[in-house]
């Protein structure tokens, strides 16, 4: 069931998204070669709790972390570990808290130290799809336009759109209806609705769209072994577009 927030609703949302908008940029002008995820990870579950809010992902479904912390091929839901983080990697953050009983989802990939062209162009590419579905985000607009933009900026640098996780709608819960998936038709799916609120999280892979699970039973990693990003925000769709609940008010 697709729930639709009131405006009051939103905007206790939105003082959730500005905490976790804190967060996530606290803990990326904190990576760097030689730093743990494990360091991150508890920066960032300290930095909520001091917030007055609780990470979301500790706990959920026995999800041992404040973040996911996925590197290189990992695509999202990795582990926080002791290594230190090595010049050259991508490392993708997903985080997510609740405050007065609302949800904020966010992530972003950054290189570690110097990375190659090729995987600084595959995170600027998916961040570029996110912005790509923004424009389509408004009501009246369908599930499959957003999907159709990002799938088509994506294959159009030879990308393959990660087909098995999507986007979801946000509030109360975590994880609402509908799925945002990040491949589709336009004009197709359910009619975007003013009050819904959604996370939009392309994720992009070098290679092929195709991943699997480790045996840890959370790591999702690309089959290929190919580099993949993530970036992802939440959303709240009003009469006049996307509201980036996630951002800065002068940055969305
Ligand atoms: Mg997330
Ligand atoms: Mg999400």
């Known amino acids: 069931m697709i729930t639709i927030k009131t405006g009051a609703e939103i905007e206790?949302?939105?003082?959730?998204?500005?905490?976790?908008?804190?967060?996530?940029?606290?803990?990326?002008?904190?990576?760097r070669e030689g730093i743990?995820?494990?360091?991150?990870?508890?920066?960032?579950?300290d930095m909520i709790r001091s917030m007055g809010a609780t990470p979301s992902f500790k706990g959920y479904h026995g999800f041992p972390y404040t973040i996911c912390a996925s590197v290189d091929e990992q695509v999202v839901h990795g582990f926080s570990n002791d290594k230190p983080l090595k010049s050259g990697q991508l490392l993708s953050i997903d985080c997510g808290l609740v405050y007065d009983g609302w949800q904020a989802d966010s992530a972003f990939s950054v290189g570690v130290g110097k990375v190659s062209r090729e995987v600084q162009k595959l995170m600027d590419v998916t961040e570029e799809c996110f912005w790509?579905?923004?424009?389509?985000?408004?009501?009246?607009?369908?599930?499959?336009?957003?999907?159709?933009?990002?799938?088509?900026?994506a294959e159009a640098h030879g990308y393959g759109v990660v087909r098995d996780l999507c986007g979801h709608g946000i509030g109360r819960e975590m994880h609402e209806d509908p799925n945002?998936?990040?491949?589709?038709?336009?004009?197709?799916?359910?009619?975007?609705?003013?009050?819904?609120?959604?996370?939009?999280?392309?994720?992009?892979?070098?290679?092929s769209y195709k991943v699997r699970v480790l045996d840890d039973g959370w790591t999702v990693v690309t089959c290929d072994g190919s580099f993949c990003s993530h970036y992802e925000h939440t959303i709240a769709i009003?009469?006049?577009?996307?509201?980036?609940?996630?951002l800065p008010e002068a940055s969305a």
């Open 238 to 246: 009003t009469d006049k577009g996307a509201k980036i609940l996630t």
């Open 180 to 207: 945002v998936p990040n491949y589709g038709k336009a004009g197709h799916g359910i009619r975007l609705r003013e009050g819904m609120t959604i996370a939009v999280e392309p994720m992009i892979a070098m290679g």
């Open 12 to 31: 206790k949302m939105h003082v959730s998204g500005q905490m976790l908008h804190k967060v996530l940029t606290a803990l990326k002008a904190e990576i």
């Open 36 to 45: 743990t995820t494990n360091q991150l990870d508890k920066m960032a579950e």
């Open 132 to 153: 790509k579905a923004v424009e389509v985000i408004k009501p009246g607009n369908r599930l499959g336009d957003i999907g159709q933009a990002i799938q088509a900026h």
